[in-house]
Nanobody
Framework: QLAESGGGLVQAGGSLRLSCAAS????????MGWFRQAPGKERYFVSA????????RYADSVSGRFTISRDIAKNTVYLQMNSLKPEDTAVYYC???????????????????WGQGTQVTVSS
């Protein structure tokens, strides 16, 4: 019910835009978030947004470089990633669920639905 796309291989300094289309029982009122997991590491929060304009949160490591946006009509969330670094290399997962709170948006346990992930590889 969550389908990510847009991953790929890019050189450091480049850009990619990830998309996550929600369908089925995924409520458009849900918080939508992005997490990432590098090989051998835990899954970490990247960014999240609520349905309401203005509610967003970013991990410190991506703040100023990544932008999350949402098209309510298409039930799709995007992650524009600029100035990519090799350390951004990971599988990126889209997640949906719950209601917005700034503190809760970074906790994976608050999300009920997860996509299969899309690989992002940044070469140096």
């Amino acid at each position: 019910q969550l389908a990510e796309s847009g991953g790929g291989l890019v050189q450091a300094g480049g850009s990619l835009r990830l998309s996550c289309a929600a369908s089925g029982r995924t409520d458009s009122n849900y918080v939508m978030g992005w997490f990432r997991q590098a090989p051998g590491k835990e899954r970490y929060f990247v960014s999240a947004t609520s349905k309401s304009v203005g509610n967003t949160r970013y991990a410190d490591s991506v703040s100023g470089r990544f932008t999350i946006s949402r098209d309510i009509a298409k039930n799709t969330v995007y992650l524009q990633m600029n100035s990519l670094k090799p350390e951004d290399t990971a599988v990126y997962y889209c997640a949906a669920g719950g209601s917005w709170s700034y503190s809760g948006s970074s906790y994976g346990g608050n999300y009920q639905y997860w996509g299969q992930g899309t690989q992002v590889t940044v070469s140096s």
